[in-house]
Each structure stands twice: as C-alpha cells, then as structure tokens.
C-alpha cells in the first residue's frame, strides 16, 4: 500500500511537472516590466519552444529550463542580459505569466496564433491606409492577412524613404488592436474608436490617429527598353533642339501645374503631391527660368530652380528636364492627361542608370504632357514617379 501511494506521489509530481512545463512552452507577448520605482509597457514577441530555447524574431536569444523544486524558470544567453539569470514564476496560467528576478517583474501574455488570425480577418482592416498625424512625413499603413504590417514613410522636407515592418493583433471585445514592430507612430495598444470601410480612427497614448482607405488612381507603366537597344546617335533630333522657338513658345505661359505620384516602396500606392511650376522669360538675356513648388497637405516647398541661357545648358535639348544620353524618339501620339489632349513626341532614354520617357507636346515646346522616371536602388528597390500635366496658363 506504501508503495502505491509513493508511485501515485511521484506519477502526480511528474504531471504537475510536466502541465507546468506545457503552460510555459508557447508564443508569448511581453506587455509589462514593472520595478519598485517604475513600470513600462512593452510589446515583444518572443517563444518559449519545448526544445528549451527562447526565440524573439526567429534569432535563438537564451536557452532555458523550468526548475519544479524553486518553481522557476532557469535560463542562460550570452546575447540578451534581461534572458539570463533566474525567474520566479510568481503566477502562472494557461492564458498569462508572471516573472519575477531581481525584484522585476515581467508579465507574458500567451497568443493563440490561429483565434489572432481569426479576429484580425473579421477586423476588416486589411488593405492600404494614408495615416494623419502631428508627424511631419507622410505615413502609409499597409495591414496584411494573417497579422502583418508595414508603415511607409515619406518626409515632407527632403523625400527620403523609409520602411518598418511588424506584427498586429485585433481584439474585438476591447476593440484595440496591437502593434508590435519599430514604428514610432504606431507602437502598442491603440484603442479603435471609431470605423467605417473608408476610415478608422485610433486612440494610441491619448493621441488621435486617423486612417483613410488608400485609392489610387495611378496606373504603373513599367519601362522595360534596355539600354543595349539604343544606337549611340539618336534617330532623330529632340523637339526642343531649337532655343529661340522655345523662347517664343514659352513666352505665353506663365505657370504650369502637375500631378506628381511617386511609389510608396513595398506598396502598388502612390503619394501624390503638387508640382506648380512658375516660367519668367528675358527677352534681353534671351534666358528662361523656372521656379519648381512642391505642394502636398502638410506644406509648401520650393523644390528647384532651372535656368537655361547664355551658354549655361544650351545644349539640353529636353530642359526644364534631365538630358537624355542615349534617347530615341519613338512615336507621335496624342495623349489624354487632366489638362486635356496633346500631340506629343515619345522619347525614350536614359540620364546615367535612371530611365526615362517623355511626352513632349509638339506645338509648346518645353511644356510636357507627361514624365515617367524609374530607377532601381542600390537597395534593390524600385523607385518610381509620374509626372502628369494638370493646367498651363
């Protein structure tokens, strides 16, 4: 009869063990650190896997092991100082866990991956957001099915570029959602205020934050010619070859408006902004200029001047553009943009690796009806931009 009850002593040790074992094996968020003098609010993702490895980003961060004497957790990196050492599971269940070591505690909220999935489907806020806020770029929310996200942004004072990817998570009784990744916008659990299939309103930190459903209009033309195409002289002359009619042409118009799109990386969407283009003519300096104003929904910047005459740039045949070496003019074509329907010669070229294709309006030289420029980055990147021609006047 001893006998029985050790063997059922140490059968019922082995399955406290082993259920304690399995509570902790899994995905986990960290949500809060708290100390004697202060508490922060995280969101990483990290697992606890049954082979006794700690991962964060798929990267092998620590190595641990549950201790059933001490009831805690043993774990050893080399790598992450916060993931060595011992914890003291202070509680403990299937749906959270409580950390202590060196009087800090963690807590981890446990994630079931296929109900995250779930909600974030029946959360309809999949697709492509333009984000509004006090941050002086712009911001695209790209949301994919099952939990990924990407931000896009683009400053409004140089035009540099950058991406940040990460993790989101709807919960739609608290209807919040987590973001998790290195965005500094969005970061945390945001509270969903308000939503409709064209917008959603988030509340992040006592911060308001509005998405409109991104919709583009802008179709991507991809240029496809090869450079290894092109003969070293052109077929035929540009258009623009001739200064004094340029001079003439241009003397009638005193401002130009286009629709400027460049590709949000990592995105089929555009950003659009404003390009107003003022032309001032000297008659006696026999010299034009242009003063280039880029206009989005946050500022107006001067984007550049242009300036041909004298001897200074008398031999760019494609001004207020880039000079092309080598080009080739392909076709006439009639073409519809916003400001109506032009004539146009098609040039084709290259200014250093970037390519080109001009729609140049035959009977108002130096005035085009349309620009595609692309390039591929050292990053591999596409870089991409329309420019359509909205008025003259």
Not at 180 to 200: D, H, P, R, V, Y
Not at 265 to 274: A, E, G, L
Not at 320 to 329: N, T, W
Request: net charge positive.
């Amino acid at each position: 009869m001893r006998k029985l009850v050790i063997t059922f002593l140490i059968i019922l040790c082995s399955y406290s063990i082993n259920a304690q074992k399995s509570n902790i094996v899994g995905n986990w968020l960290i949500t809060k650190v708290e100390s004697s003098t202060n508490t922060k609010h995280l969101f990483k993702l990290i697992e606890f896997s049954d082979r006794g490895r700690v991962m964060m980003k798929g990267v092998l961060i620590a190595a641990w092991r549950y201790n059933s004497r001490g009831n805690e957790i043993e774990m050893r990196s080399n790598v992450e100082k916060d993931f060595n050492g011992v914890n003291e599971i202070v509680s403990s269940t299937n749906k959270e866990m409580v950390l202590e070591k060196e009087g800090i505690k963690t807590t981890y909220l446990k994630l079931d991956l296929n109900n995250i999935a779930k909600e974030n489907k029946m959360s309809k806020l999949k697709g492509v957001w333009q984000l509004e806020s006090d941050f002086d770029s712009i911001q695209l929310l790209k949301m994919e099915l099952p939990d990924t996200f990407s931000i896009s942004t683009i400053s409004s004072r140089d035009g540099i570029k950058s991406t940040t990817n990460g993790t989101w998570m709807y919960n739609s009784n608290e209807k919040s959602i987590i973001f998790i990744g290195e965005s500094k916008l969005l970061n945390g659990k945001s509270m969903l205020k308000e939503q409709s299939e064209k917008a959603f309103v988030l509340n992040i930190n006592g911060k308001e934050i509005i998405a409109k459903k991104e919709v583009s209009s802008t179709t991507l033309e991809r240029l496809t010619f090869n450079i290894d195409n092109f003969s070293a002289r052109p077929n035929e002359n540009s258009p623009w070859s001739d200064f004094d009619s340029l001079l003439i042409k241009l003397e009638h118009v005193n401002y130009l408006k286009y629709k400027q799109s460049r590709l949000i990386q990592n995105t089929t969407d555009f950003k659009i902004d404003t390009l107003l283009t003022k032309i001032t003519i000297n008659k006696e300096r026999k010299s034009i200029t242009l003063n280039n104003l880029v206009i989005n929904e946050k500022d107006t910047l001067k984007g550049s001047e242009s300036f041909k005459g004298g001897l200074l740039n008398r031999s760019n045949d494609f001004f207020p553009q880039e000079k092309l070496g080598p080009f080739r003019v392909i076709t006439t074509e009639t073409i519809k943009v916003i400001a109506g329907e032009f004539e146009c010669k098609v040039v084709e070229g290259f200014y250093g690796e970037v390519k080109f294709k001009y729609w140049m309006i035959i009977d108002k030289p130096g005035v085009y009806a349309k620009v595609i420029r692309e390039n591929i980055t050292v990053f591999d990147k596409l870089d991409y931009q329309i420019l359509e021609l909205v008025a003259l006047k």
